[in-house]
Nanobody, 123 residues
Framework: QVYLVETGGGLVQAGGSLRLSCAAS????????LGWFREAPGKERESVAA????????YNEDSVKGRFTIYRDNAKDTVYLQNDSVKPEDTAVYYC????????????????WGRGTQVTVSS
């Protein structure tokens, strides 16, 4: 079991920057693939990006369209999600999740979830 806590959400103006952090504890951090997901009001949870232990990344290009960057700091047991030009449609609860094994951007592949952090982008 790995425990995940997301921080960095809040109110951001459109065009501004956003950096979310997800701190992990419990099992060995490098044993897990870490992913970021989001759930907008009235919509299903969707993937944003995932990263494995050595930094290889996967992105859900349909949802992020090249605007998000995921990266991790294994020394700090933390994974980050960066967006340097947010849009109102990025408003959502953002979740961090972890899974062992192969990297994936599918929601159903993950079995360890944080509680989420709300991001609201004002126009």
């Amino acid at each position: 079991q790995v425990y995940l806590v997301e921080t960095g959400g809040g109110l951001v103006q459109a065009g501004g920057s956003l950096r979310l952090s997800c701190a992990a504890s419990g099992r060995t951090f490098t044993s897990y693939v870490l992913g970021w997901f989001r759930e907008a009001p009235g919509k299903e949870r969707e993937s944003v990006a995932a990263i494995n232990w050595n930094g290889a990344t996967l992105y859900n290009e349909d949802s992020v369209k090249g605007r998000f960057t995921i990266y991790r700091d294994n020394a700090k047991d933390t994974v980050y999600l960066q967006n340097d030009s947010v849009k109102p449609e990025d408003t959502a609860v953002y979740y961090c999740a972890a899974k062992p094994g192969a990297s994936s951007i599918y929601v159903s592949a993950y079995n360890n979830w944080g509680r989420g952090t709300q991001v609201t982008v004002s126009s």
